[in-house]
């Protein structure tokens, strides 16, 4: 685990560095506050996006390993933006884009009914005797 996370942390400084560089540190500033609440705000609309993404697994649209994707890739999207840095933004943005993509082939999906086989013969029609006798019609 720390062999990736050493590597991480050096490709995000010196990408950080390197745009800061360029843009300058108002423009650095900025984008960090803006990542941030973009990210943010992705992780108050999870509740909904969730919903969305049960909804069309429900009507067939979604299976449950996409619907994991889904799901999970957003979260992680959301996280990776809210941590300050380019790298991680840009890893934030390309999960996002693999949800947008889910959802969209989602959406052109044909909806996918499910087939209920029937049991027994078709000719049988069930039927409840209901006993319309009092009970003191019983006991004589």
């Not at 400084?13 to 506050?33: D, H, N, P, Q, R």
């Not at 909806?111 to 319309?132: A, C, L, R, Y």
């Amino acid at each position: 685990m720390i062999f990736l996370i050493i590597p991480f942390f050096l490709i995000e400084l010196y990408l950080s560095l390197k745009t800061g560089e360029s843009i300058g540190f108002l423009w650095s500033v900025i984008w960090i506050i803006l990542s941030f609440a973009l990210g943010m705000m992705l992780l108050q609309k999870s509740s909904q996006t969730m919903m969305g993404n049960m909804q069309s697994m429900r009507q067939g649209k979604l299976d449950m390993r996409r619907f994991q994707n889904a799901s999970m890739s957003y979260f992680v999207g959301a996280i990776l933006l809210i941590i300050p840095g380019v790298f991680s933004d840009f890893l934030g943005v390309i999960a996002l884009f693999y949800t947008l993509y889910l959802q969209f082939i989602a959406k052109i999906t044909p909806e996918q009914t499910t087939h209920f086989t029937k049991q027994g013969d078709d000719n049988v029609i069930d039927v409840e005797v209901i006993d319309e006798h009092s009970r003191s019609d019983r006991s004589s």
